[in-house]
């Protein structure tokens, strides 16, 4: 396995994330804890996950399956990376008729990180992240209560997900002129071959402040795994963010002639696809989400995949970027 520094810090961490998503809505426990043993045993230190994860009447769940698997001890816990997210709506009842269960009050912020500790079983998060943006609380207040929380030592870093580019720089620069914390070291992005509007403000806003990229979803749901070999061989069909793209002609032809030049090289598609996003400028690693231990395998492999220049370029020709901003829509 390969390691990086999380953007400016000198947090070490690997190259691919495992993401945890699918545990317990998808993968049940003890799978699950297999395919942790599995990533942790291949050199894989970061794992992220979110309170949210669980989903429904189960959110919660995919915490409190990584908590059980902290709880084996092994060291575990201690060689891990741990990152989770805050925003999404907790309340028991769904929220809909009692306020201050989700969001980024610094109230929510502080019953959120007690709740995930007491599930994760851990006494720490190291990368706190706001799983998206609250344009109803100030950063004034959210760094308050993260400073609060960082002197306690319940966090160690703070990372976005899914920001915009000038809530990146609004973030850090709120940070800077309050002085005593770091600010976000890391964003979680939509960005893969086929989704590359990130590339237009949001990395070069995390690069200009030093923020690790973390690319989730790199195979667009599915749509750069191979996805039509698998529906040509009734293995599976396209649901989702995939099926949304293969409904355009144009969408499908581009997916065919990538998966035509990742069959020419004998490469396969999904691996390449995560390659390709290690080549990225500022990407600190993909969140892999194996539903099995089979996908993680074939995800560690992309570690090692060296593109050949010609593959490079004609993945650029068939998934051309949208060009840095303003440059994209302007002069």
């Known amino acids: 396995m390969e390691y990086t520094q999380l953007g400016r810090t000198g947090l070490k961490v690997s190259r691919l ?10 993968t049940d426990e003890a799978v699950s804890h ?14 992220d996950t979110a309170n949210v994860y669980g989903w429904g009447e189960n959110k919660g769940r995919t915490e409190r399956i990584i908590g059980n698997w902290f709880a084996q001890g092994g060291e575990r816990r201690d060689k891990v990376v741990l990152a989770t997210k805050v925003y999404g709506n907790m309340a028991p009842d769904g929220g809909s008729a009692w306020p ?7 109230l929510n912020i502080r019953r959120a990180v007690d ?25 004034d207040e959210i760094w308050q209560a993260v400073d609060v929380l960082v002197q306690q030592g319940k966090i160690l870093y703070v990372g976005s997900s899914n920001f915009p580019g000038y809530k990146i720089a609004q973030a850090n620069e709120t940070a800077a002129r309050r002085g005593g914390t770091i600010g976000l070291v890391s964003e979680q992005c939509l960005y893969n071959l086929f989704e590359r509007r ?15 990229v973390i690319p989730w979803s790199p195979l667009h749901g599915g749509l750069l795994g191979g996805v039509i070999q698998k529906e040509v061989r009734g293995s599976r069909r396209a649901t989702g963010r995939a099926a ?13 002639s990538y998966e035509d ?12 696809a995560l390659a390709w996003l290690l080549t990225r400028p500022g990407v600190t690693g993909p969140i892999v989400g194996p539903r099995t231990a089979e996908q993680l395998e074939s995800a560690l492999r992309a570690v090692e995949l060296e593109l050949g220049e010609d593959v490079l370029l004609t993945l650029e020709e068939t998934f051309p970027g949208p060009g840095a901003s ?3 829509f302007a002069w």
């Open 34 to 47: 297999a395919i942790m043993d599995a990533a942790l045993d291949a050199g894989v230190n970061f794992f």
């Open 17 to 26: 994330v495992l993401g945890t998503m699918n545990f317990g809505p998808q």
């Open 115 to 139: 709740a995930s500790l007491k599930r994760l079983q851990t006494d720490y998060i190291d990368v706190y992240q706001f799983h998206h943006v609250d344009r109803n609380t100030p950063f």
């Open 100 to 106: 201050n269960h989700d969001r980024l009050s610094a």
């Open 244 to 256: 949304d793209a293969l409904a355009d002609p144009a969408a499908r032809a581009r997916i065919q």
């Open 198 to 212: 990130a590339e237009m403000e949001i990395i070069p806003a995390a690069r200009e402040y030093g923020l690790g």
């Open 326 to 328: 303003p440059e994209a």
């Open 261 to 272: 030049l990742c069959d020419k090289h004998g490469l396969a598609p999904g691996e390449v």
